[in-house]
């Protein structure tokens, strides 16, 4: 069966209820990309949630900056003020199980699994460019990543490199590197709300790019309540 493909779920309960039940029964383990906490209202359900359900996971950078082994002198007004709501909400059994997460790249059945770039986990891989620019650091045939919360990703050739719409199923063709972004289950930053996750079939290495709708009335209520900024509620309205 095809494997369940995780990124940035950034303590949106609601986003990664759906995400569970749209999938349910469609695969036989998962794999997350790193972010499950940071920006919403509910990191400790989400990292309990891990703990019990995740088959390989790696850390992202709020994963990194809401425990403290990070430092926050490089991140937005916005982030900061999250991570230090997120540090005095976690409970020391998440806190030590978030800190204990591997960096990428982590080879699992043949796939690499990095939150931002093979390079660097805190690259972002927006551009052509970016992706160029890690060429030399891409090892896998299908290599998964996240962090940009963008779904899509890039096929990279010997000398070409081209971008992958988030559309339908995509087959890793030989010959190619494939960088497959599932896309963010809690804060979708392409203009579309709904959540984003994929489904990878090591058979015909087939990835299927997935949206559900969630709850983001209770989720933006929960990040209001918790007094968190008024824009990470906002944001989840407009997929931004």
Known sequence: MPYLILSDIHGNWEALEAVLADAQGRYDRL???GDLVGYGAD???VTAWARDHVTVI?????DKACTGTDL???YTVLARAS???TRKELNPA???YLERLPRGPFRYEGLDLVHGSPADEDEYLLSFSDVSMARESISAAVTFFGHTHL???FVVGRTTIHRIAPQGTVEAEPDYHFLINPGSVGQPRD????AAYALYSPVGRAVEYCRVAYDVDRAAAKIRAAGLPEFLAARLYEGR
Do not use: E, F, S, Y
């Open 94 to 96: 998440n806190r030590d």
């Open 83 to 85: 991570a230090d709501w």
């Open 43 to 45: 990191p400790n359900a």
């Open 31 to 33: 794999l997350c990309l």
């Open 151 to 153: 779904q899509g990703g």
């Open 58 to 62: 790696i850390r992202g950078n709020h």
């Open 72 to 74: 926050l002198d490089n």
């Open 191 to 194: 203009g579309d709300w709904r």
